[in-house]
C-alpha cells in the first residue's frame, strides 16, 4: 500500500539509517529492550492488490531478523523472562527482544515455529476464543477479498454510492473507503455490515478462521512446545476502547474463560486487539489489570525503558510489517529512535 505517509515515514527511516544517526543516539535511546509483533508468516504471493499483506512477512525474513537481533547483542526471551527483568531489573547487561504473533494463524506453527526452534526463540501467540472457535468474523480478509473478486462495490457507509473497483487503484480506494469507517463503526454494526457485505457478494467469511486459524486441538498440541507462550486476545477481537466498561470486561473474560477451559491453563499475559490508541487507552489498561495478567501489550510504537515496569498493561510493540522487509529498519527499529522522535522525544506513551 503505497501510501503518501508510508513512503515518507520510509525515507525518514532510511535518513536515520544511513546517516547513522540511529547508531550514534542509539545508547542513549535503545532502552532496556523490544517488544516484536508478527500476524502472519508466509510465503503467499503479495498480488498488486492486498492491502492486509502489511500484516505478513516470510519465514525468511522472520530468520534474518532473529539473526540480526542476536547479532546487535539482544538476548531473545520469553514474555515471562521480559516480566521478570522489566519488574526486578534487567541483570543480563544485554538488551532484550520478544517476539509475539496475534490472532494465531496456522502459519504461525508450520512456516515460523520450525524458524524459532532452529534458533531457539520463543514465540507468544494471543488466541481470539472465537476465531480458534472457527466462529466469528476475520472482516479485514474478507474485505479484501470480496473488493478483489468485484468489480464494483456498494458502500455501506454512503448507501447509494456504488466504489468502481476494476483497476488496482480503484480497488486499494474502495477499500480504503470502507476499512476506516469499518474499523470505527460499533464493533457489532462492523461484523452485520461485512456479514451482509459477504452475503451481498456470495463470500463465504466463515471459511476465513476455519483456513487461517489453528483450533483448540492444535493449539493444545502446540501448547506443548516449550517456545510457545499461549495468551489471550479476547472473545470476539472487538476494539476495548470502543466498547462499556461491562462489554470490555466480558469480551476479556470469556475469551480467558475459553481459553482456560480449552487449554487447561490460564492465560497470563494479554493482547489488545488492534492495540492503537483508538482501540486501547487509559481506561482500558486500568481495567485489565484485575485479571492478574503479567502483561499486556498494545501496538502503540516504541521500545521497552525501565520506566515501563509501572505501566505493565500498557507495554508498547513494534511491527514486523510486510512493508518493511529489510534489516536495515530493524536495526533503525532496536536503536528507538525513529519512537522518541514520533513521540516527541517522550520514553513513555500510556495515556
Ligand atoms: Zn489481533
Known sequence: MASLVLVLYKAALNVLYYSGLYKLLSP?????????????????????????????????????????????????????ELHDRLKTGNKSNKPYAVFTADDGYKDNRDLALPVLK?????????????????????????????IKNSSAIQNPYNKGEVLEAVTTEQKFRAFDKIYWPMRRSNQHEQRATIREMAKAHDYDIDALSKNLVMNWEELRELNKEPLITL???????????????EEADEQIKIGMDIMEKELGEKATHFSFPYGSNCAANKRDFELVKKFGFKTAVTTRKAVLYKEHKDHMMALPRVSLNGEYQHQRYIKTFLSGLPFRLKNKWQKLDVE
Open 28 to 80: 542513549a535511546t535503545r532502552g532496556e529492550g523490544i517488544i516484536f509483533t508478527l500476524h502472519q508468516i508466509n510465503n503467499d504471493p503479495v498480488e498488486d492488490f492486498s492491502p492486509n499483506s502489511i500484516l505478513r512477512v516470510t519465514p525468511e525474513f522472520l530468520e534474518s531478523t532473529i539473526q540480526t537481533v542476536k547479532a546487535e547483542g539482544y538476548d531473545i526471551i520469553s514474555l515471562d
Open 118 to 146: 532452529k534458533h531457539n526463540v520463543p514465540l507468544a501467540i494471543y488466541i481470539v476464543s472465537d476465531y480458534s472457535n472457527h466462529q466469528g468474523e476475520l472482516w479485514w480478509f474478507a474485505l479484501e477479498d470480496i
Open 231 to 245: 495468551a489471550a486476545h479476547t472473545k470476539s477481537h472487538f476494539a476495548i476502547a470502543t466498547l462499556s466498561e
